[in-house]
């Protein structure tokens, strides 16, 4: 995606912001309240005053948020790393230990469908030595596809980084 074309100016007052970034003003202060990147200054009059790194920041939250349909904790997860420089997964001779990035569990929303709050029946049986492999060999594949799919991810944002 491409952004707004940001004016050469050191300071931007919050309706300027919201008319690059396309969002409205209440959006952008709950933005700042959940997003610690997202800080504006206050000048002596009490009124918001974005820097350049401000409007930019916003840009990135409404892209993690709207096109990349993100929540605001996995926003602000994928931000802090994004910062930290989480770009050690880019060098193809690292290849870090890490926790799987996916939960495999249900989302919530799923879970409470199909009654999260009971207790599930027992299975009708035990799968057997040849199902219990097989299915030990399906998570494994799966794993590894979320891993490349995770590494394509982060091929993307660096190529978008480079692009700006």
């Keep these: 995606m491409s952004h707004p074309a940001i004016p050469e100016k050191l300071f931007f007052k919050i309706g300027e ?3 690059i970034c396309g969002v409205q003003a209440h959006v952008l202060r709950y933005w700042e309240t ?5 800080a504006p200054q206050k000048n002596r ?21 709207y096109d990349e349909q993100y929540t605001i904790a996995g926003a602000k997860k994928k931000l802090a790393n994004e910062i930290r420089g989480g770009s050690a997964r880019d060098s193809p001779t690292s290849t870090p230990a890490r926790a799987p990035a996916r939960s495999l569990s249900p989302p919530p ?17 035990q799968p057997n030595e040849d199902q219990r492999a ?25 190529a978008r980084a480079k692009k700006r």
């Design 17 to 19: 912001v919201c008319d």
């Design 34 to 38: 959940e997003f610690p990147t997202l």
């Design 109 to 125: 929303s799923l879970a409470a469908r199909f009654g999260a709050g009971s207790t599930p029946a027992p299975p009708a049986s």
């Design 134 to 158: 097989a299915l030990i060999q399906v998570a494994r594949e799966l794993r590894e596809i979320l891993d490349l799919l995770d590494e394509g991810e982060t091929e993307v944002l660096a």
């Design 45 to 65: 009059a009490g009124q918001r005053t974005y820097r350049r790194r401000d409007v930019e920041m916003a840009l990135r939250i409404k892209e993690l948020l």
